[in-house]
């Protein structure tokens, strides 16, 4: 279970927010892909035990070519045995 979902996790409360809504979004709020190019950062956070998650946004994250751009530069986590 998410924050996402809006119950929280860790607590079980349903006190969850979001900025998923909001056009105002610091530098955190973003994964600059090109000048002229991001994707945002959806913040969620309890408001009863001050949980959070980050998710990108879901339409950012659909479009391919945005997926394309991030993978091109981040490195792939190596899976650990």
């Not at 996790?9 to 090109?34: D, F, H, K, M, P």
């Not at 190019?37 to 001050?50: N, R």
Request: proline letters at 1%; hydrophobic letters at 25%.
């Amino acid at each position: 279970m998410s924050l996402k979902s809006g119950t929280c996790s860790a607590c079980g409360e349903s006190n969850v927010y979001t900025n998923n809504e909001s056009n105002r979004r610091g530098e955190r709020g973003q994964i600059v892909l090109s000048a002229f190019k991001w994707m945002y950062i959806d913040t969620y956070i309890c408001s009863v035990c001050g949980k959070f998650e980050e998710y990108v946004n879901d339409k950012d994250f659909r479009d391919e070519k945005n997926r394309e751009k991030l993978f091109q530069e981040w490195d792939k986590v190596p899976k650990n045995f």
